[in-house]
């Protein structure tokens, strides 16, 4: 009983990559795959460190070949022997076959997700909050800082500067908290509740997943530990979703980014009175 050595694995100059596996070669050339069927291949010929598949043509046609340079010529000429061993075996095929018709050729790429397009009312309400979130503790920092300079007080900046950086990062948690608030008060009553079904192991962190009419799949992200969960989304932007939330936590929710503005606004009085006075 003959028994069919084990093909090497090419790899020849240029990244090309020639396997023999499935009855079939296949040839990775960059982005692209070539898949040549074994029955569609007349004979492979090493010749040092390359090695040459020649298909089957019609008689009195081009041959058509594939050529692998710079490989190991001890790996070629086991690769050709494990090759014509396998052709060896098939049956003689029709002098008119073409060989060419069975090749396929496929892309590599990774195609590329078409951006969904941002609504108008969604980049209306994303301008709102980037105002809300950094407006008044950037023009805090800004003003407080030219009054100082302007006051020939120059020195003061080494207070302002920190305190007006502390205005901002403040700033910017009041709105992300505000935000947040509002949506999980606003969506449950003019968005689109469905259920979103877990789809990460489960753990206190859940990924959960929703389908929108478009049959476009979104991702929300809660501590939970449920299969399913109800949640809210905008019917101009389903991207942008929230939780349905007992009434008492989006109380607790929203008396926390009062705090939060509360804390913001002390800051920014407390700036502008040092750098009038």
Not at 187 to 214: F, H, N, Q
Request: one cysteine or more; charged letters at 15%; aromatic letters at 6%.
């Amino acid at each position: 009983m003959t028994t069919t050595p084990s093909a090497p694995v090419l790899r020849g100059r240029g990244g090309a990559v020639l396997r023999y596996e499935d009855d079939a070669l296949t040839l990775r050339r960059g982005d692209e795959e070539t898949r040549v069927p074994l029955r569609a291949v007349r004979d492979v010929v090493p010749d040092g460190r390359a090695v040459t598949v020649k298909l089957r043509v019609p008689a009195g046609a081009t041959p058509v070949v594939h050529r692998v340079e710079g490989s190991n010529a001890a790996a070629v000429s086991l690769f050709a022997t494990a090759v014509g061993t396998a052709l060896a075996g098939l049956p003689e095929s029709d002098p008119s076959f073409d060989g060419a018709a069975l090749v396929t050729t496929r892309s590599l790429r990774t195609p590329t997700t078409p951006l969904t397009p941002i609504s108008a009312g969604a980049q209306a309400r994303a301008g709102v909050w980037l105002l809300v979130t950094l407006v008044p503790g950037l023009a805090t920092l800004i003003g407080t800082s030219v009054l100082f300079v302007m006051h020939g007080e120059s020195g003061m900046l080494l207070l302002a500067v920190p305190m007006g950086i502390v205005a901002v990062l403040f700033n910017a948690a009041s709105g992300v908290t505000a935000q947040r608030a509002t949506k999980m008060w606003l969506l449950p009553w003019r968005g689109i509740t469905v259920m979103a079904v877990r789809t990460s192991p489960y753990g206190k962190r859940g990924i959960y997943e929703y389908t929108d009419p478009s049959g476009k799949t979104h991702s929300y992200y809660r501590d939970a530990y449920a299969s399913e969960i109800e949640i809210c989304y905008h019917p101009d932007d389903p991207a942008e979703s929230v939780g349905v939330y007992p009434v008492y936590m989006r109380v607790l929710a929203t008396l926390g980014a009062l705090v939060l503005w509360a804390v913001t606004a002390g800051l920014i009085f407390v700036a502008i009175m040092a750098a009038t006075e």
